[in-house]
């Protein structure tokens, strides 16, 4: 990041760059090598530092971790004596601070051809079918050939559409409902979160004008698509 980029972020109060730093654990916790956020947190009597995994917003507790000669350190804060916080370690997630306005910017080996979303999508149907007991057909709808941020963004839908339907066929009601009433899933990017269905095709628009911060959230989607069944 340069210098000219750090001058186009916001002031965010110490609440919001603690959910900030959740969703960011929450992403790095399902990756094979997570890369959990690096922070120095000042309450009105000490510090303390360590890698963010977690945050519990009922509890107002951080829980911060590290490791020293193989040993395991577990640090609690309450978040609500907190003074400041200082962040390493969140270059990649640099979009979710800056409100939008800092695009994001995916690494090169993380942006699938479409050839690999179609596998994708076929491997995702394949995996629904066992679970619904039921074919499931889904499509990614787009204009001319995407381009690497909307192909980079398809693969995360996928896994939004993945955890969405997984939930559903967890629950024999909803299951049975969304069996009976969907055959076909199609999904695109658009600048708004909506939901429609005609007969047994259901069409989802996914808001990517933040990045990643914008995606609606599984159990958002689950709400929307359960209104139509």
Same mark, same amino acid.
């Given at each position: 990041?340069?210098? $000219?980029?750090?001058l186009?972020?916001?002031?965010?109060?110490?609440?919001?760059?603690?959910?900030?730093?959740?969703e960011?654990a929450?992403?790095?916790?399902k990756?094979e090598?997570p890369?959990?956020?690096q922070?120095t947190?000042?309450?009105? !009597?000490?510090?303390?530092s @360590?890698?963010f995994v977690n945050?519990?917003?009922?509890k107002?507790?951080?829980?911060?971790?590290?490791?020293?000669?193989r040993?395991?350190?577990?640090?609690?804060?309450?978040s609500?004596?907190?003074?400041?916080?200082?962040?390493?370690?969140?270059?990649?997630?640099?979009?979710?601070?800056?409100?939008?306005?800092?695009?994001? /910017?995916?690494?090169?080996?993380?942006?699938?051809?479409v050839?690999?979303?179609?596998k994708?999508?076929k491997?995702?149907e394949?995996?629904?079918?066992?679970?619904?007991?039921k074919?499931l057909?889904?499509?990614?709808?787009?204009?001319?050939?995407?381009?690497?941020?909307?192909?980079?963004?398809? !693969? $995360?839908?996928l896994k939004?559409?993945?955890?969405?339907?997984? *939930?559903?066929?967890?629950?024999?009601?909803?299951? /049975?409902a969304?069996?009976?009433?969907?055959?076909?899933v *199609?999904? !695109?990017?658009?600048?708004?979160?909506?939901?429609v269905?005609?007969?047994?095709?259901?069409?989802?628009?996914?808001d990517t004008?933040? @990045?990643?911060?914008?995606?609606?959230?599984?159990k958002?989607?689950?709400?929307?698509i359960?209104?139509?069944?």
């Amino acid at each position: 990041m340069d210098f $000219k980029t750090m001058l186009q972020f916001p002031v965010l109060d110490p609440q919001s760059i603690i959910q900030i730093l959740k969703e960011i654990a929450d992403i790095e916790r399902k990756e094979e090598r997570p890369q959990m956020p690096q922070v120095t947190i000042s309450t009105h !009597s000490d510090s303390a530092s @360590g890698f963010f995994v977690n945050y519990d917003s009922e509890k107002h507790t951080i829980l911060l971790c590290d490791m020293y000669d193989r040993k395991s350190e577990f640090q609690y804060i309450d978040s609500r004596s907190i003074s400041s916080i200082t962040l390493r370690n969140v270059d990649k997630y640099a979009y979710l601070l800056s409100d939008g306005k800092v695009p994001l /910017t995916p690494n090169p080996d993380e942006i699938p051809t479409v050839l690999q979303l179609k596998k994708d999508i076929k491997a995702l149907e394949e995996d629904l079918e066992g679970r619904l007991e039921k074919a499931l057909s889904i499509a990614f709808k787009y204009e001319d050939n995407p381009e690497d941020l909307e192909k980079y963004y398809a !693969s $995360k839908v996928l896994k939004l559409l993945q955890s969405t339907f997984c *939930n559903i066929a967890s629950d024999p009601l909803a299951k /049975t409902a969304f069996t009976e009433a969907v055959s076909t899933v *199609n999904f !695109s990017l658009g600048s708004e979160n909506k939901t429609v269905k005609d007969n047994k095709v259901i069409s989802i628009t996914v808001d990517t004008s933040k @990045g990643l911060k914008s995606i609606v959230k599984d159990k958002q989607l689950q709400e929307q698509i359960e209104k139509f069944l």
